[in-house]
């Protein structure tokens, strides 16, 4: 039988990124603003989730909560980070455990 190796059969490592030049970081966030307000949150999204754009993450997540997809809200809420919104949802899933708990 093969032995498991010693870190694991998941990758732990973040890949390495090229910084990217201000400039060009503002305009792919613009262009994900504009993205975004016309409708295209999947391309946005992507945009946001790539340059690490807190507020266009957020704003991301709201758009997914507002369209009941929880969980894809809470996964966006704490990769931006956003603790608040993080806790808020928390509190909401344990509210669901504990009403199925009490049926």
Same mark, same amino acid.
């Given at each position: ?21 201000? /400039? ?35 704003? /991301? ?22 603790? /608040? ?19």
């Amino acid at each position: 039988m093969a032995e498991m190796p010693k870190e694991g059969f998941l990758k732990i490592v973040a890949p390495k990124r090229t910084p990217i030049d201000p /400039a060009h970081k503002a305009a792919l966030i613009r262009k994900g603003n504009e993205l975004f307000n016309d409708g295209k949150v999947p391309t946005a999204k992507k945009i946001f989730l790539t340059l690490g754009y807190s507020d266009g993450i957020i704003r /991301a997540g709201d758009y997914h909560y507002k369209k009941g997809e929880y969980w894809e809200a809470y996964r966006l809420y704490s990769l931006a980070p956003a603790p /608040a919104k993080v806790d808020y949802m928390i509190e909401r899933m344990a509210g669901v455990v504990r009403e199925w708990i009490s049926e």
